[in-house]
């Protein structure tokens, strides 16, 4: 045997240094739990990014104190359709705004949150907050409120559209596609426009979101969500 | 479409029998290191999971190859950021003897081409890959394979003179 064969036959004979065995039924278990938890995590990646699409984008901040829904309305002519009527729609719920004084998201200011709301993620791409009974995984894309920058959320053309004035100046309030969720678009001082969603369910009439939009500011660090 | 019951009991099948097999390519591409290999391997077979539906069967096995040879030189990547750090001295380097009677000393031979090299000498010299399945687990062409295959049969022969011959 020259020492050609003799090399390529070691390199070889590597193949046969391990492997051959079948796998540990405990690995291959614990190889499908992995799986399956990458699995649930992209799919809720992807209906998370399908809501956010779908214009979803929500809010926090409020203004001034007082009851949600007492709130004047600085709303223009045109008429908005209230949402359709669901447990919570069906008895529009008295929020009280209070002061928000924890930690500030990087890439938005506000004033102040719904009294008692759980503030569940405050980063440069959106502020969330979620209703006390919101459990213990709340999802707070669908269940709470969301400010964001509008990115490429668009209100449908088939979307009824109110002109609103918020901060002193023309904002458009209407729907998400599919109506699942208010939408408040307003511009801040920079130029860049402020995306406030609220779930439909929720129930909230359109002084309150307004209220509620009215304490939203955004710092140069905000960065637009994608979809 | 295939159901979750489905999935999961073909994937175990599958990982049932290649799962060592793959541990042991991922161990070559990582110089030995069997932890690194586990790692390598675990995000491999996750990301197999994954895109499970849209595989064939019939190509499985080379899908899965792919999966472990990017997992392997993405973690090589991932530990030069994390762990690269100065030192005030030399560090110690590993003397490889002129000798390729056990494997440890083959491993530690291989561990001495760069990632990508090593790669195409482990695929087709160890594992008897053509050069077409070699270019597609590492996802490049097969001019690719070839040049880097024949320079990592070179390095080995510059560390080996007396094997110059098994090179050519």
Redesign the interface.
């Known amino acids: 045997m020259n020492d050609t064969t003799d090399f390529l036959d070691a390199l070889r004979a590597l193949r046969d240094s391990g492997g051959q065995v079948p796998a540990d039924a405990d690995a291959v278990a614990a190889d499908l739990a992995r799986g399956h938890r990458a699995l649930t995590g992209k799919r809720r990646r992807i209906g998370a990014a399908g809501f956010v699409a779908l214009g979803v984008v929500a809010a926090t901040m409020a203004v001034a104190a007082g009851p949600f829904g007492e709130a004047h309305s600085s709303m223009g002519t045109h008429h908005v359709a209230q949402p359709a009527a669901s447990s919570r729609a069906e008895s529009p719920i008295a929020l009280q705004l209070a002061s928000y004084t924890g930690a500030q998201p990087a890439g938005f200011r506000v004033d102040s949150i719904p009294a008692g709301w759980n503030v569940t993620s405050s980063n440069t791409y959106a502020f969330l907050v979620v209703p006390p009974d919101a459990g213990d995984h709340p999802r707070p894309w669908l269940d709470g409120i969301a400010v964001t920058l509008q990115g490429e959320s668009r209100l449908p053309a088939d979307s009824p559209v109110s002109k609103v004035t918020i901060q002193g100046k023309d904002g458009q309030l209407g729907f998400s596609g599919g109506r699942e969720a208010r939408w408040l678009i307003f511009p801040e001082a920079a130029g860049r426009s402020v995306l406030v969603q609220v779930p439909t369910k929720l129930g909230l009439k359109d002084d309150q979101i307004i209220r509620f939009a009215q304490g939203v500011s955004v710092t140069k660090d905000a960065r637009a969500l994608r979809g | 479409m295939k159901s979750t019951s489905d999935r ?1 009991r073909q ?2 099948e599958f ?11 991922a ?2 591409l990582l110089s030995g290191d069997q932890v690194r290999a586990e790692d390598a391997v ?1 995000i491999a ?2 990301r ?3 895109a499970w539906p849209k595989v064939r069967l019939d190509t499985l096995d080379a899908y899965a190859r792919r999966c472990v040879v990017n997992a392997a030189l993405d973690d090589r990547r991932r530990l030069f950021r994390r762990r690269e750090q100065a030192q005030a001295t030399v560090p110690d380097v590993a003397v490889i003897e002129p000798c ?1 009677a056990d ?1 440890a000393t ?2 530690g031979l291989l561990a001495t081409l760069p990632a990508r090299m090593r790669a195409a ?1 482990v695929l087709r ?4 890959f053509n050069v077409a399945e070699t270019a597609e687990a590492l996802t490049c062409s097969e001019g690719t394979v070839r040049s880097q295959s024949a320079r990592g049969l070179e390095r080995l022969r510059a560390i ?1 003179p ?2 110059a ?2 090179f ?1």
């Open positions: 999961d994937f175990t990982v049932s029998v290649r799962r060592a097999e793959l541990v042991r390519v161990a070559l675990q077979l996750t197999l999971y994954l390729y494997n083959l491993v000498v010299y160890v594992e008897g080996f007396e094997y011959d098994s050519v």
